[in-house]
Nanobody, 122 residues
């Protein structure tokens, strides 16, 4: 499984961005996909995940109500819609694949894509 994140950029606080994750490989439908982020000097942290079918999702508390994860299995794409962005959302965002959307530890994710930078100014 190969993943590639895109869609990052610079935005003012309160603004929106939509990240995309292109997942290649014939096993796309067999993988739960998650978004993680890593701010300078901090550990990589879980942000959101979505199940194989797309019917279940899970969010870390700090983004609930602001971020929405979705997937289009026909296009092998996963998205992260980020609204009401805050300066503390500034980080490099990564998409990753695993066997369950319930995993929040980065250690449970064997497949990672290159990240995309999100910068939120105050």
């Amino acid at each position: 499984v190969q993943l590639q994140a895109s869609g990052g950029g610079m935005v003012q606080a309160g603004g929106s961005l939509k990240l995309s994750c292109n997942v290649s490989g014939r096993t796309f439908n067999n993988n739960a996909i998650s978004w993680f982020r890593q701010a300078p000097g901090k550990e990589r942290e879980f942000v959101a995940s979505i199940s194989r079918s797309g019917s279940n999702s899970y969010y870390t508390d700090s983004v609930k109500g602001r971020f929405t994860i979705s997937r289009d299995n026909a296009k092998n794409m996963v998205y992260l819609q980020m609204d009401s962005l805050k300066p503390e959302d500034t980080a490099i965002y990564y998409c990753a694949a695993s066997t369950s959307y319930l995993y929040t530890s980065r250690l449970a994710y064997p497949y990672w894509g290159r990240g995309t930078q999100v910068t939120v100014s105050s």
